[in-house]
């Protein structure tokens, strides 16, 4: 009877294995084709200084509106995307989007931009950039690229030069999720980053935990001996901004202020003055 049992399990798993082969296998075509079906949208979410409350800038968040799947969260369908290739095109049309956008921006704010490891294999990488930069019109030091750690656990010739081109042309580097990476702190070494991204995680427990102070605190003291700027992700309480505010934590992110959403629809007190569209 266990045997029968067994064997009915094994069929039971190869068939929900089959079923999610499959269905990656249709996501993955159904991405090769969502960028000229125009199915893709950038939403933006404000990071604020901690002090005034007011956004310094403005991070890019990819959304995937898929047809029957309703609106397809980055963490879905980046990974596919890294594997297919089709992060390289998607990657490419997120920086046009994002810059073109900010253009616009009167106010002035930055955008930030998540660049995925995949996209330093490129030795176009900094050329793509410049050239998006001068067919927007944006400011170098208006755009700030965000890396994980996995770009710099590599760390090839290549990725080190195509950082340092970009930061001498002005742009910015940030490394995001700070802390839940393999080599947190031998990243702090190999790169001088402008700006650490305090993952979630550890700004979930602010500021009930001990523990999560201790770490939140020692990064934002890391940065400035660094001199480097921190911004706090995923702050979603008053309380966690009082106490990411008394550390002097530089800038802060998340729900508490706004959530991600075309510029447009940001709460009033959020969103950029936009230049008036120029009439040919
Ligand atoms: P990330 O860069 O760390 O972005 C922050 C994520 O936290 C976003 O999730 C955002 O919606 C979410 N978030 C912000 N505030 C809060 C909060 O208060 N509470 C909670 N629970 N979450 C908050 P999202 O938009 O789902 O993006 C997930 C990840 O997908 C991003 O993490 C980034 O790694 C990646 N991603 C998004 N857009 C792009 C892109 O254009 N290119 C690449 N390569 N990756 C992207
Ligand atoms: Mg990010
Ligand atoms: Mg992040
Ligand atoms: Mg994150």
Known sequence: KAKADGRGCARRYDQSLDEALRQRKS??????????????????QPIVDSATQQPTSYEALLRWRHPELG????????????????????GEWVLQQ?????????????????????????????DKVASVLRRTGLAPARLELEITESVLLEASDLTLSTLR??????????????????SSLSSMRSFPFDK????????KDLPGSSDARAIVELIVQLGRQLGMRTT????????QAACLRAMSCSELQGYL???????????????????????A
């Open 232 to 239: 706090a992700e995923g702050v979603e309480t008053h309380e």
């Open 257 to 279: 202020f706004d959530r991600p959403a075309p510029i447009a629809d940001l709460s009033s007190s959020n969103r950029p003055i936009i230049a008036e569209a120029k009439r």
């Open 27 to 44: 996501l993955e075509q159904d991405l090769g084709r969502a960028l000229e079906r125009q199915q893709f949208e950038v939403h933006y």
């Open 196 to 203: 650490i991204k305090i993952d979630r995680s550890f700004v």
């Open 165 to 182: 081109r970009l930061k001498a042309m002005g742009v910015r580097i940030a490394m995001d999720d700070f802390g839940t990476g393999y």
């Open 71 to 90: 609106l397809v969260p980055p963490g879905s369908f980046i990974p596919v995307a890294e594997q297919s290739g089709a992060i390289a095109a998607l």
């Open 98 to 126: 994002a810059c073109s956008e900010a253009a616009s921006w009167q106010s002035g704010e930055s955008v930030a931009v998540n660049l995925s490891a995949m996209q330093f294999h490129d030795t176009l990488l900094f």
